[in-house]
């Protein structure tokens, strides 16, 4: 069984002409998604904010600082890249660990 799917080139999905129709891994495809705009999650692929409880100091219940995790998927597994103090923190170890995957040093 071939893990590939027909997709439309032009998004047209009424336009089923040869030329628009192309086969693509759907490992590829679903990589390919643009990030969608949920709550929790950053501008950047492969980050989220980290869900933190309030902690209690000196008998005083104070928040945390908010706190960024970074996460990829890798042979149809998530794997975490680590919690980050800054979304661009998170996004940069995102980044790393993408071109290693490209480059298939990421197991």
């Avoid at 009424?14 to 192309?22: I, K, R, V």
């Avoid at 709550?39 to 104070?62: E, P």
Wanted: charged share 25%.
């Amino acid at each position: 069984m071939r893990n590939e799917i027909i997709v439309h080139s032009d998004g047209n999905t009424l336009n089923n002409t040869a030329d628009n129709l192309d086969f693509v891994d759907y490992a590829v495809m679903v990589s390919n998604v643009k990030k969608s705009e949920g709550r929790n999650t950053s501008k950047y692929r492969g980050v989220s904010l980290h869900k933190q409880s309030n902690i209690l100091v000196n008998g005083t219940v104070r928040p945390v600082a908010p706190k960024w995790l970074a996460h990829i998927c890798v042979n149809s597994k998530i794997k975490h890249l680590g919690v980050f103090d800054t979304e661009e923190e998170a996004a940069a170890a995102y980044n790393q660990a993408y071109e290693a995957k490209k480059l298939n040093d990421i197991v």
